[in-house]
């Protein structure tokens, strides 16, 4: 009884949710840009997220990777060096990261410092030059080249270009050193344009500031294009298919395995989340951990992952085995899928893993920039900025016939099984 406890609403979770709607409020710049600025009191760093759609295909794999990296490399008004000591010297944490359906721009700084880094971010988003372009292009490369030698990371990298192949997804390490020589500059600094003018934006303030002026003087009159449609479609079907590579130096086999399923937004989004921690993403108390690891002794580390994209996702399971292992492990991959496809999980088992999962996503969200990192994430895929408390409230009324149901419609035979062995 006291376990059902947990999921009644109280006082107290009316308190807090009350407390979250009245700290956040949703404005529209100038620009038409979406924006949400979350007041938490009291904070001496303030964190800024701002997201933009990407909506088109890199037209060679490597063109956003090296977009991005040039970014920070210089201005009309700043070099990369100068821009680098004004970051320096005032303690502001700023990146570009480049997702698969967007780009990230941020910073972390003190309060006090709050107009100096919206001024050098808006610099970096009119005014980039995209200078050290070549120099860019090699260290590119030889990152890439470096993180292949290790077999888990050649495994991941096989089995994402043999699920997405021919999509845009699909443009893996291997694939962007295939392609990237074919980008030159005049590529990075169109598709930057083009994903200036036409992506959507989404941006997101959050600390002890509320400066809804100082947000429509620097990113106020970027361009905004909330009526763009995504030349990016929804990848092809797969069927079962097997890829493997024979690495002679690799001390151990690396297996990956995995469907697609549904993304953020579909009506088991959280249910796949769900059955990611039952049957690898809880670490010691998950069962592909308990059965393969512990029990059969197959491998140190065995886990899944559910990896989404605005378009598609994927469920995948991961074993490091001894090569003679691998049939074993494959077979135990299956037996695990089985299981959950046809027993009910127990009420201990689904309340810890409810548990576990709403735990994870309060951890995720503790800081300013945790918080502005996936409010924005939520809404440049759709979503409300405050849909990390639907995926709360959803996770707490998914029943084991949910689980049985979605493993039984997406763990099917039609996946793909990428070995690296030696």
């Not at 697609?260 to 049957?279: A, C, E, F, H, W």
């Not at 088992?349 to 996503?361: C, R, T, V």
Request: hydrophobic share 40%; proline share 2%; with cysteine.
């Amino acid at each position: 009884m006291s376990r059902c406890l947990i999921y009644t609403p109280t006082y107290f979770t009316f308190v807090l949710i009350y407390a979250l709607i009245i700290s956040m409020k949703e404005i529209i710049l100038e620009n038409g840009i979406k924006a949400c600025v979350k007041q938490n009191k009291d904070t001496p760093r303030v964190a800024l997220t701002l997201n933009i759609s990407i909506d088109k295909p890199e037209k060679y794999a490597g063109e956003y990777s090296l977009m991005n990296r040039l970014l920070l490399k210089g201005t009309a008004k700043y070099s990369s060096e100068e821009i680098a000591n004004i970051l320096d010297e005032k303690a502001i944490e700023l990146y570009t990261e480049m997702k698969s359906d967007y780009l990230r721009l941020r910073f972390v700084c003190l309060n006090e410092d709050f107009e100096c880094a919206l001024s050098i971010l808006n610099e970096i988003i009119l005014n980039s030059t995209f200078e050290e372009f070549e120099k860019e292009k090699s260290k590119l490369k030889g990152e890439l080249m470096a993180e292949l030698d290790s077999a888990k990371v050649k495994v991941s990298d096989l089995f994402t270009k043999t699920v997405y192949k021919d999509h845009f997804y699909g443009h893996s390490y291997t694939k962007i050193l295939e392609q990237v020589d074919n980008v030159s500059k005049e590529d990075v600094i169109s598709a930057y344009k083009f994903i200036l003018k036409l992506g959507r934006k989404s941006l997101v303030l959050v600390g002890d500031v509320d400066e809804a002026g100082l947000l429509n003087k620097y990113i106020g009159h970027i361009p905004s294009a909330e009526t763009n449609i995504s030349e990016i479609v929804t990848p092809d079907a797969i069927s079962r298919e097997y890829a493997e590579i024979i690495k002679d130096d690799a001390n151990q086999a690396q297996i990956l395995q995995g469907w697609r399923v549904p993304t953020i937004g579909s009506k088991d989004y959280v249910t796949m989340m769900l059955l990611n921690i039952i049957l690898g993403a809880s670490g010691l108390s998950s069962r592909l951990f308990l059965e393969l690891r512990e029990k059969k002794g197959l491998a140190y580390t065995v886990r899944t992952s559910y990896e989404t994209h605005a378009k598609s996702a994927v469920f995948t399971i991961y074993i490091g085995t001894e090569p003679t292992n691998i049939q074993t492990s494959i077979e135990g991959f299956k037996e695990e899928i089985a299981k959950i496809k046809t027993i009910p999980v127990g009420e201990e088992e689904l309340h810890n893993a409810k548990n576990n999962l709403i735990g994870k996503q309060q951890f995720l969200s503790e800081t300013n920039s945790q918080q502005a990192n996936i409010m924005a994430y939520y809404s440049i895929m759709g979503k409300p900025f405050n849909y990390r408390e639907t995926v709360i409230e959803d996770i707490k009324k998914i029943t084991s016939d949910d689980i049985i149901r979605c493993a039984n419609e997406y763990f099917t035979d039609e996946y793909v099984l990428a070995i690296i062995k030696p």
